[in-house]
């Protein structure tokens, strides 16, 4: 079973930019379309971003513009670099397969910490 792993977070001020990882141990390829995830404190987990296997992207209503997925295969990573970041992108970020069959048996890992603040 793919196992997947979230990397890149951290603390940035209002306007900065973040680059984050999801390297999987597996292929990667075989669990497309993949999707980058967020939890913030008190609320349900929702999708940012998602890609599939042709390239094709979407993305929520508030990082549309800021954020950008994508995919390295040779790399078994998929990446979300997000730009212009706001304090209500505060989040864990997790990453994982859209389908929701799949992403139960990979599981929802620890994800990785964005916060934006000044």
């Known amino acids: 079973q793919v196992q997947l792993v979230e990397s890149g977070g951290g603390l940035v001020q209002p306007g900065g930019s973040l680059r984050l990882s999801c390297a999987a141990s597996g292929n990667i390829f075989s669990i497309y379309p993949i999707g980058w995830y967020r939890q913030a404190p008190g609320k349900q987990r929702e999708l940012v971003a998602a890609?599939?296997?042709?390239?094709?992207?979407n993305y929520a209503d508030p990082v549309k513009g800021r954020f950008t997925i994508s995919g390295d295969n040779a790399k078994n990573t998929v990446y979300l670099q997000m730009n212009s970041l706001k304090p209500e992108d505060t989040a864990v970020y997790y990453c994982n397969a859209r389908n929701p069959l799949r992403s139960a048996l990979i599981g929802w890992g620890q994800g990785t910490q964005v916060t934006v603040s000044s």
């Open positions: 890609i599939t296997s042709s390239g094709v992207t």
